[in-house]
Nanobody, 117 residues
Framework: QLQLVESGGGLVQPGGSLRLSCSASGFTLDYYAIGWFRQAPGKEREGVSCISSSDDSTYYADSVKGRFTISRDNAKSTVYLQMNSLKPEDTGVYYC??????????WGQGTQVTVYS
């Protein structure tokens, strides 16, 4: 069965850091672009960051530029999201999505990140 599993969420104070992981089982991530999304209570899901499958080029939403870093380890079929200088507005459920050039996308079940003061 093909699935993605996120982990690494938790409670952190403003200014703190977390590293999220998105691990694939049943397939490898070599040929998939991976995106991180988040959804805060009462808000729509928004894109946070993504990394391409071809040249590892990256994209970041303006709200996280300079604070978040996405990376991938294809040997471990895992993509990471290093989140530094966290703010209360970063609170939400974080999801990863794997999408090949052709074919369907896969979503993980999400991991909760709460930044509280």
């Amino acid at each position: 069965q093909l699935q993605l599993v996120e982990s690494g969420g938790g409670l952190v104070q403003p200014g703190g850091s977390l590293r999220l992981s998105c691990s694939a089982s049943g397939f490898t991530l070599d040929y998939y672009a991976i995106g991180w999304f988040r959804q805060a209570p009462g808000k729509e899901r928004e894109g946070v960051s993504c990394i391409s499958s071809s040249d590892d080029s990256t994209y970041y939403a303006d709200s996280v530029k300079g604070r978040f870093t996405i990376s991938r380890d294809n040997a471990k079929s895992t993509v990471y999201l290093q989140m530094n200088s966290l703010k209360p507005e970063d609170t939400g459920v974080y999801y990863c999505k794997a999408k090949p050039i052709f074919g369907r996308a896969y979503w993980g079940q999400g991991t909760q990140v709460t930044v509280y003061s």
